[in-house]
């Protein structure tokens, strides 16, 4: 049997499949709430803080070197649980010393990925937090993975390196504008998204502020799906699939017209990764 589709169907199709994913998402949103509001939360900081030290101890590492705001973020990601969270950090200074040994990543070593420039950064939202955008139409399904996840760490820490004022806090956070305009089937790569998430989730504990998807279409929304089963409640209840009006003019206030690109309703002009230069993040070893 063969299916027929018109433009008028497919766009029903796409509104359908919308309307029914936000609805799922608000409703895992309200759990999350409910979840939330009954876990203990309320432990005393400083107390966690300093269990969380003696606790990262006992396990051969040291917290020396890292302050009160990078702990934190740790904290709150494991729900104020002192041993949860130093097993999470003592992984992640493992997984610093043997995937990223020089610090960040040079250019050098992701420049495949750079060459595509379907990554830009412009600048701070109205909250101070950095804007990275992805123009998912640029980016096609890579058979080097490594590279893929070396890019990951490299646009990452580069992006909250932007927000740096001289020195890092460690509580910064990063807003991310994923747009779908004009994807085709040959840019969809499910294995990069669950990528950038898992390493969100693992190793950029409490980095992610917000993120839009921006013109998603019919098409994406099982995608969405499947790799929405992999990100965890907190990191779903910060994405943001812009729908409606409201939607968008929601958007614009927080980032502001004066950071986003005209294309999506400000007064800025793009500006690619690697064309960003800071003082504070090399670009070579």
Same mark, same amino acid.
């Given at each position: 049997?063969?299916?027929?589709?018109?433009?008028?169907?497919?766009?029903?199709?796409?509104?359908?499949?919308?309307?029914?994913?936000?609805?799922?998402?608000?409703?895992?949103?309200?759990?999350?709430?409910?979840?939330?509001?009954?876990?203990?939360?309320?432990?005393?900081?400083?107390?966690?803080?300093?269990?969380?030290?003696?606790?990262?101890?006992?396990?051969?590492?040291?917290?020396?070197?890292?302050?009160?705001?990078?702990?934190?973020?740790?904290?709150?990601?494991?729900?104020?649980?002192?041993?949860?969270?130093?097993?999470?950090?003592?992984?992640?200074?493992?997984?610093?010393?043997?995937?990223?040994?020089?610090?960040? *990543?040079?250019? #050098? &070593?992701?420049?495949? %990925?750079?060459?595509? $420039?379907? !990554?830009?950064?412009?600048? @701070?939202?109205?909250?101070?937090?950095?804007?990275?955008?992805?123009?998912?139409?640029?980016?096609?399904?890579?058979?080097?993975?490594?590279?893929?996840?070396?890019?990951?760490?490299?646009?990452?820490?580069?992006?909250?390196?932007?927000?740096?004022?001289?020195?890092?806090?460690?509580?910064?956070?990063?807003?991310?504008?994923?747009?779908?305009?004009?994807?085709?089937?040959?840019?969809?790569?499910?294995?990069?998204?669950?990528?950038?998430?898992?390493?969100?989730?693992?190793?950029?504990?409490?980095?992610?502020?917000?993120?839009?998807?921006?013109?998603?279409?019919?098409?994406?929304?099982?995608?969405?799906?499947?790799?929405?089963?992999?990100?965890?409640?907190?990191?779903?209840?910060?994405?943001? *699939?812009?729908? #409606? &009006?409201?939607?968008? %003019?929601?958007?614009? $206030?927080? !980032?502001?017209?004066?950071? @986003?690109?005209?294309?999506?309703?400000?007064?800025?002009?793009?500006?690619?990764?690697?064309?960003?230069?800071?003082?504070?993040?090399?670009?070579?070893?």
């Amino acid at each position: 049997m063969t299916l027929h589709f018109t433009c008028s169907t497919a766009l029903n199709l796409s509104q359908l499949h919308i309307t029914q994913l936000l609805k799922h998402l608000r409703a895992s949103k309200n759990s999350v709430s409910s979840f939330l509001f009954q876990r203990p939360m309320e432990k005393n900081p400083e107390i966690a803080l300093t269990q969380m030290r003696e606790s990262v101890r006992k396990l051969g590492s040291s917290p020396e070197n890292h302050g009160d705001q990078t702990l934190m973020r740790f904290l709150i990601a494991r729900s104020m649980d002192p041993e949860k969270a130093a097993k999470m950090f003592v992984q992640w200074r493992k997984w610093r010393a043997e995937f990223v040994p020089l610090g960040f *990543i040079p250019d #050098s &070593e992701v420049p495949d %990925e750079l060459g595509a $420039k379907k !990554i830009y950064l412009q600048g @701070l939202s109205k909250n101070g937090n950095p804007v990275m955008i992805v123009k998912a139409c640029k980016h096609f399904p890579s058979r080097d993975h490594l590279q893929l996840k070396k890019f990951v760490v490299h646009l990452l820490d580069k992006t909250i390196a932007s927000s740096f004022k001289g020195q890092e806090i460690g509580n910064e956070k990063l807003i991310g504008i994923l747009d779908l305009q004009q994807i085709t089937i040959k840019n969809i790569d499910a294995r990069a998204l669950i990528t950038g998430f898992q390493f969100l989730q693992a190793y950029y504990p409490e980095r992610l502020a917000k993120l839009y998807i921006l013109s998603m279409p019919w098409f994406f929304v099982s995608v969405w799906r499947m790799v929405s089963r992999f990100l965890e409640k907190a990191t779903l209840e910060k994405v943001v *699939i812009v729908t #409606s &009006e409201e939607d968008h %003019e929601n958007f614009l $206030k927080e !980032i502001g017209e004066d950071v @986003l690109p005209e294309e999506y309703g400000g007064q800025a002009k793009l500006v690619a990764l690697q064309d960003v230069r800071l003082e504070h993040f090399p670009t070579e070893n």
